[in-house]
Each structure stands twice: as C-alpha cells, then as structure tokens.
C-alpha cells in the first residue's frame, strides 16, 4: 500500500524541574542551598532514511513524545537530560503545521535531519537564587515546557522525470520498456493508482530516475480523479514527459488533451506550468495516427516544443526520446518545490508566544500562558522571598499592568491555574 501523506502529533520533553535543597551533614546545622538543576527535555527529530518509500507507519502510530528531562537533586546534582526521539521519514517529504498550513521543513537530502519540537530547559535549582541579602532561598525554578505541534506529513516522490498526461495514454508501459520497472498495466482508466519508480540506464555511470504517475484529467487541481495525488509528486521532477495519445481510437484530440492537462498544471500551481516538457505522441503503430501525428506536431512545434513520435508497445522512438530526456537533465538545477507564498522555512517557537492572556470568568480575572504556568510551578506559596519574587515577576512581565488596564479593584479575585488570589495594590 502506498501511503503519501499522514497527520500527526509530536511533543518535546519538558524541561526537568530545579531542586530546593540545603546542605547538610555532620557538624553542619544549618549550610547553604545546594539544589541542583533541572535536565533539559529531550527534541523531537525528523531523519531522512531512504530505506523507507511510503508514510505507512504513521497510520498506526500518530502520537510521538521525547523523554522529559529529570529533575535536579541535592548536592548540586543535576537532573539527567531527557532522550532525543528521532522519527524516520522518507526522502521527499514535506512537514507542515496543521494549524496554519505553513512549511516547515521539507526533506530532500539523504541523511537531512531536523528538530521539529525542542525541548524545554531544565528549570535552575535554588542555589542559584542565592545572594546576601537572601541566603535561604526556599525555592527553585520549574523546567520550561517542550514544543508540541500537530503536523501534516506530505511524501512527494524525487524523480527527476515525470511522465505526464492523461490515464491510459501509455505512460506505464514507457516505464516498463524503458526501465527494469514493472507497473501494472491493463486498457482501462486509472490502471496505476500509485506512483511507480524507474531507473533509466543510458550507458555507464549516466542514468536517472522517471517516474510513472497517476493520470491528470481535468478538474484534477480541485482534486477531481487522482487530481491532488497526482499533482503532488509531479513537483518534485526537473523535466516533464507529456505523453499523448495521438491513435484517436477513442475517440479523443490530442491537442485539446495536451492544453487541458497543461490548464490544470497552471491552475494547481503556475510554477508547475513553466517545467520544461518534451512532448512523446504515443501509439504510432495503430493505423491512422501518421496523419493525426503531423497535424499535431505541427501544432507544438510552432510553439516551441520538442515532439517525439513513439510506440511504446513496439519500442518504436524509445530511444531517441531517452537519450534526449537524458542530455536535456544535464541542462536543468535541481527543484525543490514549496509553497509559493513561503519566502523561506519557517518554524514557530515557544518564544514567540504571548508570554500571558487574561479572560474574565464567573467575576473572577482567570490569567493562562505556559510563561505564568511556569513562574506558578517555580514559587513556594508558602515562603516570604518566593512570594515577592513571584510578584515582582508578574509586574516585571507586565501582568499587573494587564489587570489594571481591565478595570480589576481592590478585593477582586484573580486565578492562575489552581490558584486563586484576593488583588491588593
């Protein structure tokens, strides 16, 4: 089974939390903080492995979480660092952020790796808050939060040819003539319903690989027929092959074929319509298609094309076509497709999120955001030092201010997570 595209959820370990520790031993009563720091959590990471052809495995499993880092101990022991997850993918795909669409990185090189979710620092352990004025700090810092993300996984095929054109044309027979590949082949629509793979050996040491894709009709761009599936791995290749059918025994006109597949390249992407083609007239041993060939190589010619009349079935202008495919791949860069919009990758980080937010609830000033979740997890509520520490960070960070700016009054209630509180001035 050919499986192109998967969703999935990916988490990063959270940081491990600091340790609130005080030293202690023999003929010392009373010694100075001692606790040790938090681990950092461990990353989520996508590896390339071109041992894998499909994105099979993540129908089954779609739920991935790196090991949190461990919390500090005494003694100035710091937490173990959690375990990165490395996620195999196969070459070619593309990782998306489900919420917003955007690209996150799209892996085309053998062995390319990347860190899709971070994970979080350890939290600081409360030898470190320790300073003349407060020399029994009895409390630490919690460990930052690992990034989650719920991404889409889209797997587009790298080939550096793509035969193109509508079904049953004979594209999977080009393929099996012209390669040791053998795709399925019968004379009916939609035969190949998932992409095949060939390597064309033009002499030694010169080769390179052509890919035998579903067929386009029209409407395909609004995912009509094998529409979006098929689109998606044409991106990948540097040369188009378009094949047509030019026999006319069923009925069809080759020209008015040719521009509507062209029609749907432009309408699903218009970086798509200006790949180079060459254009192979298909099913020259059926009698007829002479006359109709001339009409329609005339037709092309005139607007810059390079047609190749061939009969697959027979072998016939095989070879020509493949020495020219190949000499013209030499001419081309490497593509690599992303979305049009998409100047460059971008991956969002915790950084970048609101530090806080402020919704009101039942009367109460209800305040959330994994930065306030973190400062609540670092403060003893029960200790003086942490407590003004506490406050001063939520002033610092601009949370008083917020409160102030929605109208709170003295004696109003303000809950942080499970905690509630009375404002005072």
Known sequence: MFIDSAKIYVKAGNGGNGMVSFHREKYIAAGGPDGGDGGKGGDVIFQVDE??????????????????????????????NGENLVIKVPLGTMVKDEENNIILIDLVKPGQTYIIARGGRGGKGNQHFATPTRQVPNFAKSGDLGEERNLVLEMKMIADVGLLGYPNVGKSTILSMVS????????????????NLGVVQIEQGKSFVIADIPGL????????????????????????????????VEGRDAIEDFDTINAELEKYNSVLATRPQVVAANKMDIPGSEENFQCFRTDLENRGYKVF???????????ELMYYVSDTLST???????????????????????????????????????????????????????????????????????????GIEEGDTVRIYDTEFDYTR
């Open 51 to 80: 041992g894998l052809n499909t994105l099979i495995d993540f129908r089954f499993k779609k739920h991935f979480k790196a090991e949190p880092g461990q919390d500090g101990g005494p003694s100035n022991c710091s937490g173990k």
């Open 180 to 195: 040791a590949a053998k795709p399925k082949i019968a004379n009916y629509h939609f035969t190949t319903l998932t992409p």
């Open 217 to 248: 009709i029209e409407g395909a761009h609004e995912g009509i027929g094998l529409g979006h599936e098929f689109l998606r791995h044409v991106e990948r290749t540097k040369l188009l092959v378009h094949v047509v059918d030019v026999s006319g």
């Open 309 to 319: 009349g061939i009969s697959a079935a027979t072998n016939k202008g095989l070879k």
């Open 332 to 406: 081309l860069p490497d593509t690599i497709l992303l979305d049009e919009s998409q100047d460059e990758e971008v991956i969002y980080t915790a950084e970048q999120e609101k530090p806080f937010e402020i919704h009101m609830e039942d009367g109460v000033y209800v305040v959330k955001g994994n930065w306030v979740r973190k400062v609540m997890g670092s403060t003893n509520m029960t200790n003086y030092e942490s407590l003004q520490y506490f406050q001063r960070a939520l002033k610092k960070k601009g949370v008083i201010a917020a409160l102030e700016e929605m």
